[in-house]
T-cell receptor, first 112, second 114 residues
Framework: GQQLNQSPQSMFIQEGEDVSMNCTSSSIFNTWLWYKQDPGEGPVLLIALYKAGELTSNGRLTAQFGITRKDSFLNISASIPSDVGIYFCAGQKRNAGNMLTFGGGTRLMVKP | DAGVIQSPRHEVTEMGQEVTLRCKPISGHDYLFWYRQTMMRGLELLIYFNNNVPIDDSGMPEDRFSAKMPNASFSTLKIQPSEPRDSAVYFC????????????FGPGTRLTVL
């Protein structure tokens, strides 16, 4: 089963609103990544985080690597219709080779 | 530059038939991953290769599944015989040297087994 708990499972917001989602685990991860998946496509990497406490931005997206190494957060500011999709967190553990563990995803819907 | 290429994009087959999914990773990438995505189980890693060598196949569901990577530019995932519960979207992903956790995904193959 999935080791990463992602919440919320879905969000329906108004265009222009800010969005927050998070990913938690009982295990420690050395790397956190956030992906977005559009309908009918594969996930696309948005942000990669490599250090506890790290805060990284990519345009309107900001992600943080939790200080405990057991969680990560993604914020989207001033949402627009093209933000619609499924957002996945993924973590990599020490000594796990190059394997990633994925969360269950947050489905974002934006009302124009 | 071309991304990860997968074929076919859609496959509909009958139970018991053999299915072969194909993947061409991004040129120069040295890791290749096969995933399966379903509503119930999300994204599951099936197997991954490094420099064409299988490293971990613990996610392969059962002996009906097999994967090969005969060279750096081609990999296949085969299901024989296929079953309805194999219906899912299968993704291939590759990573460049030195950034092995930044995976680039292909568009996926949607498999339906009737």
């Amino acid at each position: 089963g999935q080791q990463l708990n992602q919440s919320p499972q879905s969000m329906f917001i108004q265009e222009g609103e800010d969005v927050s989602m998070n990913c938690t685990s009982s295990s420690i991860f050395n790397t956190w990544l956030w992906y977005k998946q559009d309908p009918g496509e594969g996930p696309v990497l948005l942000i990669a985080l490599y250090k506890a406490g790290e805060l990284t931005s990519n345009g309107r997206l900001t992600a943080q690597f939790g200080i405990t190494r057991k969680d990560s957060f993604l914020n989207i500011s001033a949402s627009i219709p093209s933000d619609v999709g499924i957002y996945f967190c993924a973590g990599q553990k020490r000594n796990a080779g190059n394997m990633l563990t994925f969360g269950g995803g947050t489905r974002l819907m934006v009302k124009p | 530059d071309a991304g990860v290429i997968q074929s076919p994009r859609h496959e509909v087959t009958e139970m018991g038939q053999e299915v072969t999914l194909r993947c061409k990773p991004i040129s120069g990438h040295d890791y290749l991953f096969w995933y399966r995505q379903t509503m119930m189980r999300g994204l599951e890693l099936l197997i991954y290769f490094n420099n064409n060598v299988p490293i971990d196949d613990s996610g392969m569901p059962e002996d009906r599944f097999s994967a090969k990577m005969p060279n750096a530019s081609f990999s296949t995932l085969k299901i024989q015989p296929s079953e309805p519960r194999d219906s899912a979207v299968y993704f291939c992903a590759s990573t460049p040297p030195g950034a092995a956790n930044e995976q680039f995904f292909g568009p996926g193959t949607r498999l339906t087994v009737l």
